[in-house]
C-alpha cells in the first residue's frame, strides 16, 4: 500500500488495516462478543465493536471503503451465515476495510490514494469517516412492468436511436429486420424482447463479423491495389473450413458448443475453450479477470467436463506509462495489472485450478482497452457430453443468485470503450464468487457421471435469455422468472431475464427420477437449484413473470433472423524505411543489447506475477511455468497430467502464440508465426507436434472501420494457411472485436493456444540444462528476419522483412520431437522474442550456467544472427555422447553446433572469430529481474 | 485391519481432496471424501484437506474451524489420527486443536497472512522435528520436498519465546529447510512466508493430530518435484498416517 502510494506520489510512511462488519441490528452484547470472537486472531488482531451511531468519528487520515449495494460482497455473506450458525438469528451484514495512512496525507492526498489505490467507484463506495451503514439490496422498483416499445411506423433514425438509447449495440439493417418481424406479428416488441434479440444477436454471442460477406482490398503501401477479393464469412471460409478439410479423427467437437473437444486417451477427451474479458477488466481490473476466469470455467463445463487447468494471457500499457499522459476515464496500466493478476489468482486459487501457462505483453496501443485473454481445460469421459433435450425436460437453473449485475455485458462488450463507459456500464462490471462456481463444478461432475440431464450451457453473456434460448434453440420453452431465486427483491422482469450474475448454469433434466436426484445433489452440495419451466416442443421461446408474458418468439426468428453483414475491408501495407538497420559499430559488442532485450517487461522474469498463481494444486503439473535451481526459468509450455492418471504415462500440454508486433506490419505473417511458435513451445517440452488442437482468439477493433477489418481478415487468411501446413485443426475460437479506446484501436492482437498430448510423461524437458559439458544444437535457420522483432523496436527501426512462413514445418517439428521422445535431449527451448540472444540468455538463466557459443553469421549481420525472429528454430541440449545419435536423427533438418555449457558462470558468444557477448550469469538475471 | 478407512472431510471450497484421496489410497488407505458434518465414527483417521472452506472469507480457516471443533476433538480424543493440510492446518489450529497444549484454552499459536502479504506458490523442503511428539522423525524421510501455496501461512506466536516453548515441549513437528536440509533461519523463500522460527507443522500433546502448511499430497511420485530429486516424497507421510491408523 504504501508502495502504491509512492508510485502516484503520496509520501506516506505507514497504513494500517482495520476489518470492518457492519450489522443491521443489535443482536445482544453477549452476541457480539461471540461473532467478534469467531472471526478476530487474538494473537495477531485486537477487536472491538461499537454502535454506528456513537459519536462517529475516525482518525484523521482514515479512508473507510466498501462495496457498492448489489456488488458481491462475500465476507459480509460470510458474516451473516455465521451469525446464523452461531444461532445468534438473522442478521444483515455488510463488510468494509478501514486505511489508516501516517503522516496523515492531506485530504488531497487521501482522495487521491482513495480513487487510485484504494477503491474503485465502478464496484466501491467509501468515506473519509465511518462508512454509512448499507446493505445488500439497491434501490427497489415495485411492481412488475412490462414495457412496449413502439418501433413500428417510426423513421429510421428512431430506431438506431432506440438502439443506442437501450444499449442494444444493433445496428440499422438489425432494427429494421426486427421491425419487419413485428409488423408482420402486428404488434410492438416487449422490452424483454427486444433485449433478448439483442443479446442473441450481438456480436459477442453470434460472431457477425465473422459470418459476415466481406469485400476485402488490398493495397501495397503506394496505394495501388494488390488484389481484392470477396471471402464468404471468414469463420467458414478460414477456420472451420481448414478443421473440416484437416478431418482430423481425435477432433471430437469443433466450434459447435461452448468448448472444442478432443481425444486423451481411449477413455477420456480433454475440452479446451479460450475467452476474453477486456472491456470488463477496463473498468475494473481484479473484477473484471476474476469473472473473466469465471467464465471461461463455465464454458468447460458447458460441455459436461471437469476444469482441470488454467492459463492466461495479458496485455496491458507500460508499466512505466507517465500518469500525466492518462487519457480522463483511464486506469493507469499499473493498476489494470495489479488488479487483473489478482483478480485471475482469486478465481483460479480458490476454484482449485492449476494456472499453468500464459504470457504478459506490454505495449502502449492497450492504453484504456487491456487484454485479458482466460483459457481453461477441462477432462470428461469419452462421449459423455450430451446434447439431447426432449420436450417435457424441466429446465433447471444452478449455482448463483440473480442480481442487477452484469446487465448488458454482451452489448457493452461490442461497443468501443470512451472515458464514459464506465459510468456508463458499471452494470456489467462484477465481482465473482468462486466458491458457489466451485460447488457447480462438483455438482456438474456427479450429475453427468449419473446422467440426469440431456442438455447443459452456461449462463454467461446475455444471462438466461442467451442461455435458455440457446438450450431449447431446437425445442422450444417455457420459463417463469417469477422462480428465479434473486439476490434481492425489486428486478424487474426483463432485468432478471438479462443479468449475468455469476456462477449460474442452466440444464434439461427429464422429470422425475433424474430430476429428484439432481435437486438432491444439489442440496448435498450446497447448491441452489431451481426449476424455471419446461422444453415444450413448440419452438417458440414463451418467458412469463407468473401471469405476465414477457417474450414470446420464435426460435428460428431469434437465432436465423439477423441479417447477414456485408462489410468492406481494406488491406494497405504499412510505408516502412528501406533503409537498413542503424549500422553497429564494428567490432560489435552486443552485451548490452542483449541486456536491453532481457529487461524488455515482455522478456522479463515474470516470477512475480506467476508465483500468485497456484500452478501445483491437482498434483499433476509437470512442466511448470518455471524451472531451474534458481526456481525462475522461463518454460515453453506447460505440461500436466491429469489428477489420478499417473498409471498411464500420458500428459497433455499447452502453449501459446502471440505477437503483436508482428501484426503492425503484417497480419498474416502474425497468424503463421504465432502457429510456429505454438509448435515450438509444444516441441520443446516433449509435446508430439501430430496432434496438435489450435485455438483462435482475435482482439481487433472496429470491424465495420476498412482498415481494422482489413488486417482481421489477413490474420484469419494466415491461420487457415497455417492450420493446413501444420495439419493443426482449429477447434473453438473467439472474436472480440471494438477493442477501441476513444477511437484509438489496439494493435491487432491475435492469441493462438495449442493443446498437444505428451506420449511419455518421462520424456518432458524444459529449458534448464543441467552440468557443464552439454553441447548445444541450433534446429533451424536464422535469417535477415528483424521486421517486427523486439531489436528493430529498440533500435527504433521500423524495416526489415518479417519472419516468413516455412515451407514444411511438421516434418522438422516431427524429427525434433522423435530425437526428443527418444530421449536424446536433455533441454530444448524456442527462440521467440529477442531470437537467439535471448533464448541463449534464458537457457543460462534456467540452468544457472555458463554457455559458450560460437557460429559463423554466413553473411548476416552479427545483430540479425542473435536477434532475428525467424520461424522454425528450436535450441537443443544434449549430452555429448549422444550428438552421433541427435545427428542422425535430425539428418536432413538445418542443424549447427552451436557450443557447449560451462561452470564458469558465464554466456560467451562469439561471432565470425569475434567477441559479441561477453556477460556473467549475475548480470543476466538482474537485468532480467528489472533490478536496478 | 489391513486398509484402514480413512475419511476425507470436504466442505464448500475445499479443493485438494482429489489428492489426498490418492495419495491415502497409494499408501495403502481405503480412503472417501466426506461432507463436513458428517458422523465420522466408522473412519480409523482423518485428513482435513487444502482449499478455500467457505471461500475463507472471515479468514482462513475460521468458518470451517466451527464445524471442526467439536467433532474432531471427540475424534481425536480416541487416539486416532488427525491430519490437516494447508487450510485444513489453518482451521485445525483455528479450532483450537493444535498447538492442542496442556493447560490454558487461550489461542497462543495462529496462521496470518505471509510475510509478503501475498499469496505464493513454491517448492518447499521440510525436515521433521527431531524430539515431535508425533514419533515421526526416523520414520519419514530426512527431507521432504512438496510446495506451498497459500497467502496465510505464517506461524504467528502470541509471544517471542512461544515458538521455543513449543519445540521444547514436542509440539513443532516440521520446520522448513533448504534444499540441502540446513536450516532456513528465516531466511526467504526457503521459509516462504516468514514463519517463527521456521515452523511449517504442529502437532498436539498426543501426538496424533499432525497439521502442516504444505502439500505433502502433491508429491507423491518422483516426477513431480521439479528439482529431479528422488525419494523426498511427501506420500511418506501418509503412509505414517495409515500406519497410525492401523496401529491404533
Known amino acids: 500500500m504504501v508502495r502504491a502510494a509512492h508510485l502516484i506520489g503520496v509520501p506516506v510512511e505507514r497504513c494500517e488495516v482495520d476489518r470492518i462488519y457492519i450489522v443491521d441490528r443489535n443482536p445482544g452484547e453477549a452476541a457480539l462478543d461471540r461473532l467478534l470472537a469467531a472471526v478476530a486472531d487474538p494473537v495477531v488482531e485486537e477487536s472491538r465493536w461499537r454502535f454506528a451511531d456513537e459519536a462517529a468519528t475516525t482518525p484523521a487520515g482514515t479512508v473507510e471503503v466498501g462495496r457498492l449495494t448489489g456488488v458481491t ?3 459480509g455473506r460470510e458474516l451473516e451465515s455465521l451469525a446464523d450458525r452461531l444461532g445468534l438469528g438473522t442478521l444483515r451484514a455488510a463488510s468494509a476495510t478501514a486505511y489508516r495512512f501516517g503522516p496523515v496525507p492531506t485530504p488531497e492526498q487521501l482522495e487521491r490514494l482513495t480513487r487510485e489505490v484504494l477503491a474503485n467507484p465502478t464496484v466501491d463506495r ?8 448499507a446493505f445488500g439490496d439497491p434501490a427497489a422498483t415495485h411492481g412488475e412492468v412490462v414495457e412496449v416499445v413502439k418501433i413500428r411506423d417510426v423513421p429510421a433514425e428512431r430506431l438506431e436511436q432506440i438502439s443506442r438509447e437501450r444499449l442494444l449495440s444493433l445496428d440499422r439493417a438489425e432494427m429494421a429486420a426486427i421491425r419487419a418481424f413485428f409488423e408482420d406479428c402486428g404488434r410492438d416488441p416487449t422490452d424483454a424482447e427486444l433485449e433478448t434479440l439483442a443479446q442473441t444477436w450481438s456480436e459477442h454471442c453470434l460472431h457477425k463479423t465473422f459470418r459476415a460477406r466481406i469485400n476485402l482490398t488490398w493495397r501495397h503501401a503506394d496505394g495501388r491495389v494488390h488484389s481484392t477479393e470477396t471471402i464468404d464469412g471468414l469463420l467458414a471460409t478460414h477456420l472451420r473450413a481448414a478443421t473440416d478439410a484437416l478431418a482430423a479423427p481425435w477432433v471430437r467437437s469443433a466450434f459447435v458448443d461452448n468448448a472444442g473437444i478432443v481425444a486423451f486417451d481411449d477413455e477420456a477427451d480433454l475440452a479446451i475453450k479460450v475467452e476474453t474479458h477486456n472491456h470488463p477488466s477496463a473498468l475494473e481490473p481484479f473484477g473484471g479477470a476474476n469473472t473473466g476466469v469465471g467464465g471461461v470455467v463455465r464454458d468447460i463445463l458447458g460441455v459436461s467436463a471437469r476444469p482441470i487447468a488454467c492459463l492466461d494471457v495479458l496485455c496491458f500499457a507500460p508499466p512505466d506509462t507517465p500518469e500525466a499522459s492518462l487519457p480522463a476515464g483511464v486506469l493507469h496500466p499499473r493498476r489494470v495489472a495489479e488488479g487483473v493478476v489478482a483478480g485471475i489468482g482469486d478465481y483460479g486459487n480458490k476454484l482449485g485450478l492449476p494456472t499453468v501457462a500464459g504470457a504478459v505483453l506490454y505495449d502502449p496501443g492497450y492504453l484504456g482497452n487491456p487484454l485479458v485473454y482466460c483459457g481453461a481445460v477441462g477432462l470428461l469421459p469419452t462421449g459423455s457430453h450430451p446434447r439431447n433435450p426432449e420436450p417435457g425436460d424441466v429446465v433447471v437453473v444452478v449455482g448463483g443468485r440473480t442480481g442487477r449485475d452484469g446487465i448488458h455485458g454482451a452489448t457493452f462488450s461490442s461497443a468501443d470503450l470512451s472515458a464514459e463507459t464506465g459510468q456508463m456500464a458499471s452494470s456489467a462490471v462484477q465481482i465473482g464468487e468462486p466458491i458457489t462456481e466451485k460447488q457447480v463444478m462438483e455438482l456438474i461432475d456427479v450429475a453427468r457421471d449419473e446422467q440426469l440431464y440431456t442438455a447443459i450451457t452456461d449462463c454467461g453473456a446475455g444471462g438466461l435469455s442467451s442461455a435458455v434460448g440457446e438450450l431449447a434453440s431446437e425445442v422450444g420453452v417455457e420459463v417463469d422468472l417469477a422462480e428465479v431465486p434473486r439476490k434481492y427483491p425489486g428486478l424487474q422482469p426483463w432485468e432478471a431475464w438479462l443479468s449475468e450474475s455469476q456462477e449460474r448454469m442452466v440444464l434439461a433434466v427429464p422429470p422425475g427420477q433424474r430430476l429428484d436426484r439432481l435437486l438432491e445433489l444439489a442440496q448435498e452440495l450446497s447448491v441452489e437449484a431451481t426449476v424455471l419451466g419446461r422444453l415444450t416442443g413448440d419452438q417458440q421461446l414463451v418467458v412469463n413473470h407468473g401471469q405476465l408474458r414477457i417474450v414470446d418468439l420464435p426460435m428460428d426468428f431469434l437465432h436465423g433472423g439477423c441479417p447477414r453483414r456485408e462489410l468492406d475491408a481494406e488491406w494497405c501495407e504499412p510505408v516502412r524505411p528501406t533503409d537498413p538497420a542503424p549500422a553497429l559499430t564494428e567490432p560489435a559488442d552486443l552485451s548490452d543489447g542483449l541486456l536491453a532485450l532481457l529487461r524488455h517487461p515482455d522478456v522479463a522474469s515474470k516470477e512475480s506475477i506467476i508465483r500468485t498463481y497456484d500452478h501445483e494444486v491437482r498434483g499433476g503439473t509437470l512442466v511448470r511455468p518455471w524451472c531451474g535451481p534458481g526456481g525462475d526459468g522461463p518454460t515453453d509450455a506447460a505440461v500436466c497430467v491429469p489428477l489420478g492418471h499417473w498409471e498411464a504415462g500420458k500428459a497433455f500440454a499447452l502453449a501459446v502464440g502471440i505477437n503483436p508486433r508482428l501484426g503492425r506490419l503484417d497480419p498474416y505473417r502474425m497468424a503463421t508465426a504465432a502457429v510456429d511458435e ?122 526489415g522483412d518479417v519472419p516468413a512462413p516455412l515451407d514444411d514445418p511438421l516434418s522438422r517439428y516431427r524429427a525434433a520431437h522423435a530425437a526428443i521422445a527418444a530421449g536424446l535431449v536433455e533441454a530444448a527451448h524456442d527462440p521467440s522474442e529477442g531470437g537467439l540472444g535471448v533464448a541463449l540468455a534464458e537457457l543460462c538463466l534456467a540452468g544457472r550456467l555458463g554457455l559458450s557459443v560460437s557460429a559463423e553469421t554466413n553473411g548476416l549481420r552479427t545483430d540479425e544472427w542473435l536477434f532475428a525472429e525467424s520461424l522454425g528454430r528450436l535450441l537443443l541440449v544434449v549430452r555429448a555422447e549422444d550428438t552421433t545419435a541427435l545427428e542422425s536423427a535430425l539428418a536432413g533438418q538445418p542443424l549447427a553446433r552451436l557450443g557447449t555449457t560451462t561452470d564458469d558462470g558465464r554466456l560467451t558468444i562469439d561471432l565470425n572469430g569475434a567477441p559479441a557477448v561477453r556477460l556473467g550469469i549475475a548480470e543476466l538475471v538482474k537485468a532480467w529481474r528489472r533490478e536496478a | 485391519m489391513s486398509r484402514p478407512r480413512v475419511a476425507v472431510l470436504h466442505a464448500p471450497g475445499t479443493n485438494r481432496d482429489g489428492e489426498a484421496l490418492v495419495a491415502l489410497e497409494q499408501a495403502g488407505a481405503a480412503a472417501a471424501i466426506v461432507p463436513v458434518g458428517r458422523d465420522l465414527h466408522q473412519f480409523d483417521a482423518v485428513v482435513v484437506p487444502g482449499g478455500f472452506s467457505y471461500g475463507d472469507a472471515l479468514g482462513a480457516g475460521t468458518r470451517l474451524a466451527l464445524e471442526l471443533n467439536e467433532p474432531l476433538a471427540d475424534f481425536a480424543a480416541g487416539g486416532r489420527p488427525v491430519l490437516g493440510i494447508c487450510n485444513g492446518f489453518q482451521a485445525l489450529v483455528k479450532a483450537g486443536l493444535l498447538p492442542g497444549c496442556e493447560g490454558s484454552a487461550a489461542r497462543r499459536v495462529t496462521l496470518a497472512h505471509n510475510a509478503n502479504g501475498r499469496f505464493e ?128
Open chain 1, 678 to 799: 505454438v509448435f515450438r513451445n509444444l516441441v520443446a517440452v516433449g509435446a508430439d507436434p501430430g496432434q496438435v488442437a489450435l485455438l483462435d482468439n482475435f482482439c481487433w477493433g472496429n470491424p465495420t472501420l476498412p482498415d481494422r477489418l482489413g488486417s482481421l481478415v489477413r490474420a484469419s487468411q494466415g491461420c487457415h494457411d497455417a492450420a493446413l501446413a501444420y495439419r493443426a485443426p482449429f477447434v473453438s475460437g473467439k472474436d472480440s472485436l471494438f477493442n477501441e479506446f476513444e477511437g484509438r484501436e489496439i494493435p491487432g492482437t491475435l492469441l493462438i493456444t495449442g493443446l498437444a498430448l505428451v506420449p511419455d510423461r518421462n520424456r518432458v524437458v524444459t529449458s534448464a540444462p543441467a552440468g557443464a559439458g552439454l553441447v548445444i544444437y541450433l534446429l533451424g535457420e536464422t535469417r535477415a528476419e528483424l521486421g517486427g522483432s523486439l531489436w528493430a523496436d529498440h533500435l527504433g527501426w521500423g524495416g
Open chain 2, 121 to 248: 506458490c513454491r517448492w518447499v523442503h521440510l525436515a521433521v522435528e527431531p524430539d515431535c511428539r508425533a514419533g515421526l522423525h526416523g520414520v519419514l524421510p530426512s527431507i521432504i520436498a512438496c510446495p506451498v501455496a497459500h497467502g496465510e501461512g505464517r506461524i504467528a506466536v502470541d509471544r517471542p519465546e512461544q515458538a521455543d516453548d513449543l519445540a521444547r515441549r514436542g509440539h513443532v513437528l516440521f520446520r522448513y529447510v533448504g534444499a540441502d536440509g540446513l536450516p532456513a533461519n528465516g531466511r526467504y523463500p526457503e521459509n516462504p512466508n516468514g514463519s517463527a522460527a521456521d515452523i511449517a507443522g504442529l502437532c498436539n500433546k498426543d501426538g496424533n493430530v499432525w497439521g502442516l502448511m504444505p502439500h505433502p499430497e502433491d508429491h507423491i511420485v518422483d516426477a513431480q518435484d521439479p528439482y529431479g530429486r528422488r525419494g523426498r516424497l511427501g506420500l511418506a507421510l501418509f503412509q505414517a498416517l495409515v500406519d497410525r491408523a492401523r496401529a491404533n
Open chain 1, 73 to 75: 460482497d462475500a465476507e
Open chain 1, 126 to 133: 467509501w468515506a473519509f469517516g465511518p462508512l454509512p451503514a
